[in-house]
Nanobody, 115 residues
Framework: QVQFEESGGGLAQPGGSLRLSCRAP???????????LGWYRQAPGKQRELVAS?????TYADSVKGRFTITRNNSRKTLWLQMNSLKAEDKAVYYC????????WGQGTQVTVSL
């Protein structure tokens, strides 16, 4: 099973920042560079949604545009999501993976935004 490994979640105050990291599984190292990758999130009681993607260009969900930044380093096989100006509604489990969305997911990393 090929799964990405997310990290960097935690508790942040409203208006605060977190930086999520994602390491690709070794099985896809050789094909990592051309892959379209994304950060997804799933809030309690809601469907999983794509919040940011990076390939030849970057895209963002309207809800995070201007606050989140997705970056990648193909040499390090790593993807990041810089999250600034966090809001309570950003609370979710965050996952990274390829686009289109896979059939199975990694563990994700929990982000909680609260005073």
């Amino acid at each position: 099973q090929v799964q990405f490994e997310e990290s960097g979640g935690g508790l942040a105050q409203p208006g605060g920042s977190l930086r999520l990291s994602c390491r690709a599984p070794r099985a896809i190292f050789s094909v990592f560079a051309p892959l379209d990758l994304g950060w997804y999130r799933q809030a309690p009681g809601k469907q999983r949604e794509l919040v940011a993607s990076i390939g030849r260009s970057t895209t963002y969900a309207d809800s995070v545009k201007g606050r989140f930044t997705i970056t990648r380093n193909n040499s390090r096989k790593t993807l990041w999501l810089q999250m600034n100006s966090l809001k309570a509604e950003d609370k979710a489990v965050y996952y990274c993976d390829t686009l289109p969305a896979p059939d199975s997911w990694g563990q994700g990393t929990q982000v909680t935004v609260s005073l």
